[in-house]
């Protein structure tokens, strides 16, 4: 590890501070990106960028050691592969997450699925390959009806490209609440809204609540033909319950993520009926970076000044 002397803060950066112009001078920057040894001693953390796209545990690594960091700021829209570790941090830690990074990029994933699958692309692909003419009708997204499930600032992003596709949308959140483009619906009425969805996109948080919660039951009360995405998390959809309805070929779906993740090879879900899957790409795209140091630039000036950070979703 460096030699560095402790004048100033330390901010743990995951992208190369050079590379994000308008840093405040009140700070010493250490660049860690998940791999290798510690740049310098956790323990004079103030502020920790946690890597990007990293997996699970590498993020997590320096966070027993942080004892003097008041806070910690992922790159990614979910917080489910930090959040568990709070409790090995000093109480009132802020853990923020990286809304405002994400949402163009995933929202556009979420149309391209919706529109791909609908459209039948992959079997056009396919007969590409095999120098095959699929011709026929194919469902449109005109005048079908889509119901976004976890309406935040992606669903409302989602909404937003949708607008255009002559469809109705349903939104659903945690708690009823109105929204700029209409009313958004409590998850407890999930059961009345499923049957007369045609689209269903998940775009919720991975949280204790929401886990499994596209379940057998769930699935069950999609209308026969219903599409399912998932831009959300894994683990937010039921695999075992999901492979039962497309291997039926009741339902079809569209898949950013998976559970597990990544898929390993042999999986059934590789070869489901009516599945189309993307290797969670929703948010690594060329929007990622500009994104991500304009909020990594606004967090650290609003700490370097005292002022309350954006984005804070939980405390230690």
């Not at 990286?98 to 056009?124: D, K, M, N, Q, Y």
């Not at 999901?242 to 898949?255: F, P, Q, V």
């Amino acid at each position: 590890m460096n030699d560095m002397t402790r004048d100033r803060p330390q901010v743990w950066l995951s992208l190369p501070p050079e590379d994000i112009e308008g840093l405040p001078d009140a700070f010493d920057y250490v660049h860690w990106d998940g791999t290798g040894d510690f740049p310098a001693d956790p323990a004079d953390a103030a502020f920790y960028v946690v890597p990007y796209m990293k997996g699970p545990v590498a993020g997590a690594l320096p966070l027993p050691h942080m004892r003097r960091v008041r806070v910690v700021q992922t790159l990614s829209a979910g917080v489910d592969h930090i959040a568990p570790h709070l409790d090995q941090l000093p109480p009132g830690v802020s853990l923020c997450n990286a809304r405002g990074v994400h949402e163009a990029s995933t929202a556009e994933l979420a149309l391209a699925l919706t529109l791909a699958s609908l459209r039948g692309i992959p079997r056009f692909v396919r007969g590409q390959d095999e120098e095959r003419w699929h011709s026929g009708f194919y469902p449109a997204l005109a005048d079908r009806e889509v119901l976004i499930v976890g309406y935040g600032s992606i669903g409302a992003a989602v909404e937003e490209r949708l607008i255009p596709f002559e469809c109705t949308v349903v939104r659903v959140a945690r708690g009823a609440r109105s929204a700029p483009r209409g009313p958004v619906r409590a998850l407890s009425e999930l059961p009345e809204l499923l049957p007369s969805a045609d689209v269903v996109v998940l775009t919720t948080p991975l949280t204790e609540q929401t886990r499994g919660l596209a379940g057998a039951e769930f699935l069950a009360r999609m209308k026969d033909g219903a599409l399912l995405v998932n831009v959300a998390r894994g683990p937010v959809v039921d695999t075992k319950a999901l492979l039962a309805e497309t291997e039926s070929g009741r339902l079809t779906a569209a898949l950013d993520v998976t559970d597990p993740e990544p898929l390993p090879a042999g999986h059934p879900l590789w070869h489901a009926p009516g599945v189309l899957i993307s290797p969670h790409v929703g948010g690594s795209t060329s929007a990622f970076l500009p994104r991500a140091k304009r909020l990594v630039r606004e967090q650290l000036t609003r700490f370097a000044a005292g002022q309350p950070l954006e984005n804070v979703v939980a405390t230690s």
